[in-house]
């Protein structure tokens, strides 16, 4: 006491302390609204029947289910989910490859030059651009729910869900790196008397073909995740099994399809950065 | 075309082939004229969208649930992952480590709709368990976000106050904070621009918001009002990559 008497300490406290203080206080209120809005109320979670339900639920997680019919269930839900996801794709990159062919800027002729027909090469181009923002808006999980009531639940569902979705996201993707890439080589062909056809096979695919497979095996991997969780509103597979089993409260069977759903992320995790290397 | 490009066709057009054999479509109902007339009549139902006042003040409030739900579950994240992330980033020694390490990777791996259907046994239909179960996985996401970041900011400031006799919280807050914060702050930017779009799904297990709204809507056979929620979903989603888009671009 004496000695800081004697020789003062510079202060100790942070000067900038009120102002975060009163900024903490501000944000807290500001988040009061968001508090109610959700409904937050964590004591909910300690209530008797709550809280004895997930503790019964979660305590059944161990041992895992392994009896073999279930297993030889699990098997087949797998790969059904992976034959989706396949399938999904594939329909995606279909859907894709001629929209991105007409919205990208990169086979432009009047971009160069005269073009006779540009009015309506640009009046297409718009309509295409907002078909493809309207397949990849909406998320696949709504477009699974909107299919499993059209087509009833199963796999089908699910397919159609991803190829509409990815379809969009591929179409965009596949567009831009047209644009992105070189594209002089295109243009001398388009010059040279070319169609946009033959301009495209010639000039633009040969460099834009490796970003466009790395892409669409990165989108490949998005489906297999997916096409597990669209399985919860019924669109088949692996994520089907897991919601059936959550709703009868069997903690075990739950456990082995979580595990499953983790290997099987892992493995076309491995497999896709395989198939990129090899490609490469 | 190479070998190796050929060989890779011929292996995914086998592939293919197995999946769409595996999968049992039955294509022969799926593309005939009564089927396609049906399915048009089912996309006929959803127009015009419903735009009743009543139902606009709903979809209103539900607009603002999923923006709440995933506004809070971002904050919510950002806390625990950096609680976790300090000794997630070997702050505490080896085991706190790996600990914290597996704690994050669990997290992470298991999806939002899963935990929510979780979060719904444990705490009832509503917003709530929407909340919790965002909250969950970008806790992970998160949280080895902010543990990378914590490892790759120089030490020195922190070592310094430690040196001059400053406790070890305070070096940490003094120290280290200042440096990683902005970079966390734009990660949990990033995240909360997806968590907007999964909180307008995850109401599908029951988890409140937009979702919910359709899910209830479909149910009922109320195609149109399915149809204004799709709509509110979409301005949600394309309004945010907007935003994103031109921030981006104004902070570059």
Not at chain 1, 126 to 155: C, D, K, T
């Amino acid at each position: 006491m004496q000695l800081s008497a004697a020789a003062p300490l510079p202060a100790r406290r942070d000067p900038a302390a009120l102002p975060r203080l009163a900024l903490t206080l501000l944000a807290l209120a500001a988040l009061w609204p968001a508090l109610r809005i959700t409904e937050f109320n964590p004591a909910v979670l300690f209530e008797p029947g709550n809280a004895d339900t997930m503790a019964r639920f979660l305590r059944q997680f161990v041992p895992p289910a392994t009896a073999p019919d279930f297993l030889r269930l699990v098997g087949r839900s797998t790969l059904e989910t992976l034959a989706i996801a396949n399938v999904g794709i594939a329909l995606a990159f279909l859907i894709a490859f001629p929209l991105s062919l007409l919205t990208s800027n990169a086979l432009s002729k009047s971009a160069i030059g005269p073009a006779r027909d540009w009015r309506a090469r640009r009046a297409l181009r718009y309509p295409g651009r907002a078909l493809l923002i309207f397949l990849r808006g909406i998320p696949e999980l709504v477009w699974a729910l909107l299919f499993v009531r059209a087509v009833g639940l199963g796999p089908t569902a699910g397919v159609l869900a991803l190829a509409i979705t990815y379809g969009g996201m591929l179409g965009k993707v596949y567009a831009e790196i047209y644009e992105s890439s070189a594209t002089q080589p295109a243009r001398a062909l388009m010059q040279a008397g070319a169609g946009r056809l033959q301009a495209f096979f010639y000039g633009v695919l040969p460099v834009a073909l490796p970003e466009m497979v790395s892409y669409t095996v990165y989108r490949w991997e998005c489906a297999v995740r997916a096409s597990v969780i669209m399985g919860f509103v019924g669109a088949g597979g692996l994520g089907q099994q897991l919601e059936l089993s959550m709703r009868m409260l069997n903690g075990a069977e739950a456990c082995t399809i979580l595990l499953t759903f983790l290997l099987l992320v892992l493995l076309a995790d491995a497999v896709s950065a395989l198939f990129r290397r090899w490609l490469a | 075309m190479n070998a190796r490009g050929l060989l890779t066709l011929l292996v995914l057009g086998g592939l293919l082939w197995m999946s769409v054999a595996y999968l049992e479509f039955d294509t022969d109902g799926l593309f005939t004229l009564a089927t396609l007339a049906s399915f048009g009549r089912y996309v006929a139902q959803f127009f015009p969208p419903d735009t009743s006042g009543p139902f606009l003040i709903k979809l209103w409030s539900g607009t603002l649930e999923t923006l709440a739900i995933s506004a809070l579950a971002t904050l919510l994240a950002a806390i625990a992952g950096l609680l976790i992330a300090v000794p997630a980033a070997g702050r505490f020694g080896l085991a706190p480590r790996l600990a914290a390490r597996f704690v994050l990777n669990a997290l992470r791996s298991v999806p939002e709709l899963v935990f929510a259907a979780l979060m719904v046994i444990a705490a009832g239909l509503g917003p709530f368990p929407g909340t919790l179960a965002l909250a969950l996985h970008t806790t992970g996401v998160l949280g080895r976000l902010f543990a990378e970041a914590l490892e790759n900011t120089p030490r020195e400031p922190a070592e310094a106050l430690l040196h001059a006799g400053s406790p070890r919280i305070a070096a940490f807050c003094y120290g280290t904070l200042p440096n990683v914060l902005p970079q966390c702050v734009a990660y949990a930017l990033y995240r909360w621009e997806i968590n907007i779009r999964m909180a307008a799904v995850l109401g599908f297990v029951g988890a409140g918001g937009l979702g919910q709204m359709l899910h209830v809507s479909l149910s009922l056979f109320q195609q149109q009002q399915a149809c204004a929620v799709i709509l509110a979903m979409l301005a949600i989603v394309m309004l945010v990559d907007e935003a994103s888009a031109l921030l981006r671009r104004r902070l570059a």
